[in-house]
């Protein structure tokens, strides 16, 4: 053998080792994968003898890119999802290199299930290279020996579904879903933006049998089906977005949750049952459930990776447990797990211990007023990362307030607006005019010996103050524009500073009364 021939196996080996065996994972909670080297998103759990399996996107976006950056699917499997121990196969198929017709690119939300030959089946949504639709999204079916690959099309004519196949459509057909009943009947569901399409399958696993057919029935419904089975009733798990502050769902229209229905037949008709998991870290919300060994388990895709973010997701698990003492049984709410954190550092801010309320409530359902104190900051925020105040009629002045449970002392604070108008403009999200603080000590009161007020967005204004003792402190913005005509004012993140540092508690506080009616 040659020394350049060896050096060429030699280079090949792990790499085809990896994919074979996969590389042992200790996950002591969620995310799985949480060390930020490999994010995992829009799991599908399938189970195989003994073994759990989770087939999985990977998010690739960098940590100011507000896309998803999505080139290959990854498989997660563990024999026991208590134990913590999994086995991570990186990079098991690319579009590109399973469907001849494919882009590369935007490996969305898939699906494995095992056919009737034994074989592996994956349904996934691909872009269609060469197509004339307006949406390019169609869901092709490859299939493989084994589960880790490798993969090849099992329909090399095309998609089986897109916006010209079985029928023509003006949905993007995407997020996959698919059941093998009991009695060896295939049924495919898919959809997404509101719109969710499903159908029966031949046993050939590839050929619809009928049209389609349009759900419209399941509250809120706006993307990621989940079609399931169990004791003779079906279940369709799913994200959804009912946005509002009372709703059961989200406050805001970025976020979703995820809500079930269930139905006496794999074609319905459905009927909403509620929600099992509310909103998440990340904004979109992505569910699978399956039994294993006894229990049920509902995997899903968070933010809490290290550096994640709403295109940086990672895949999470946890038990899922069923009410039987109703008919249909119903699904009980999940709460997310974590894996344990090191301990909160020393720090001076003690917002997180305050109740937010703003003078726009109930808050535009695309903000979200807990992100004035959930201490996240993101170079490149969404909507629903901010407290914002834009409509069509904006007011000259706005404020938002934080109530603690018993009086504080603090002595400076810091704020940080994000705006997509530049100074003094009268429209969209602009930094305001001019902004102070006031406290309540029998009345509202201009806070004294303030340092300065900056409005420049994207970085910290701070402001320095003789020491305070209060239970509520208002940060009053002056908005910009004039004539009636004023720019909306956006804040990401407000910081209470006391005199010393100490540990923030974690727990978030309830509603708390306002000074005007206490002076605490």
């Not at 295939?186 to 159908?199: A, D």
């Not at 102070?436 to 420049?456: F, I, N, Q, R």
């Not at 990401?492 to 005007?516: D, F, I, N």
Request: hydrophobic share 40%; glycine share 8%; aromatic share 10%.
């Amino acid at each position: 053998m040659s020394r350049c021939l060896a050096a060429a196996l030699l280079a090949v080996l792990p790499a085809a080792l990896l994919a074979d065996e996969g590389r042992p994972v200790v996950a002591p909670g969620n995310p799985i994968l949480a060390d930020g080297r490999y994010y995992s998103t829009d799991p599908a759990p399938f189970v195989d003898g003994d073994t759990l399996w989770i087939l999985a996107g990977r998010d690739e976006a960098p940590p100011n890119v507000n896309d998803f950056i999505m080139n290959e699917w990854q498989l997660l499997s563990t024999s026991d999802p208590a134990s913590g121990r999994w086995r991570h196969y990186p990079s098991i198929a690319r579009p590109e290199t399973v469907f001849a017709w494919a882009e590369p690119g935007r490996a969305y939300a898939g699906q494995i299930v095992k056919g009737f030959d034994g074989r592996y089946y994956m349904y996934a949504p691909v872009l269609e290279r060469n197509s004339d639709a307006r949406d390019r999204f169609a869901i092709g079916v490859a299939v493989a020996d084994r589960i880790t690959g490798p993969w090849r099309d099992a329909h090399p004519a095309g998609p089986i579904v897109s916006q010209r196949v079985p029928v023509r459509n003006a949905i993007q057909n995407i997020d996959p879903t698919v059941l093998i009943d009991d009695d060896g009947r295939v049924f495919l569901y898919w959809g997404t933006f509101g719109q969710l399409r499903g159908m029966e399958l031949a046993r050939d696993m590839l050929t619809p049998k009928g049209a389609p057919i349009a759900v419209p029935s399941l509250t809120g419904f706006f993307e990621a089906p989940w079609l399931m089975k169990r004791r003779g009733t079906y279940y369709m798990l799913y994200a959804a977005n009912t946005a509002g502050p009372d709703s059961p769902c989200t406050p805001a229209i970025y976020h979703a949750c995820i809500a079930y229905g269930s139905a006496p037949s794999p074609l319905g008709p459905w009927t909403y049952r509620g929600t099992v998991l509310r909103p998440v870290s990340s904004t979109t919300s992505h569910s699978g459930a399956v039994a294993f060994k006894g229990h049920w388990y509902l995997t899903y895709h968070t933010a809490d990776a290290v550096g994640g973010g709403h295109f940086r997701r990672s895949v999470a698990i946890d038990r899922m447990a069923w009410d039987d003492s109703v008919t249909p049984a119903a699904i009980r709410p999940v709460i997310p797990t974590r894996r344990r954190q090191p301990p909160a550092a020393p720090t001076r801010n003690i917002a997180a211990a305050a109740y937010a309320t703003a003078s726009n409530e109930p808050v535009p359902v695309q903000y979200w007023i807990k992100s004035l104190n959930d201490g996240v900051v993101k170079d490149a925020p969404l909507p629903p990362d901010l407290w914002g105040s834009w409509s069509p009629n904006n007011p000259p002045r706005q404020w938002i307030e934080y109530r603690w449970p018993q009086p504080v002392t603090l002595d400076g604070s810091r704020i940080r607006f994000w705006a997509d108008h530049p100074a003094g403009a009268d429209e969209g999200v602009a930094p305001p005019r001019g902004w102070h603080l006031e406290y309540w000590h029998d009345g509202w009161k201009p806070v004294s010996g303030a340092s300065g007020y900056g409005t420049d967005p994207d970085a910290w204004q701070a402001v320095r103050f003789p020491p305070i003792t209060t239970r509520c402190l208002r940060a009053l913005f002056d908005a910009s524009g004039q004539s009636g005509r004023y720019a909306g004012v956006a804040v990401q993140e407000w910081e209470a500073l006391a005199p010393g540092a100490a540990v923030p508690s974690r727990t978030k506080p309830p509603a708390v009364p306002g000074c005007a009616r206490s002076d605490g």
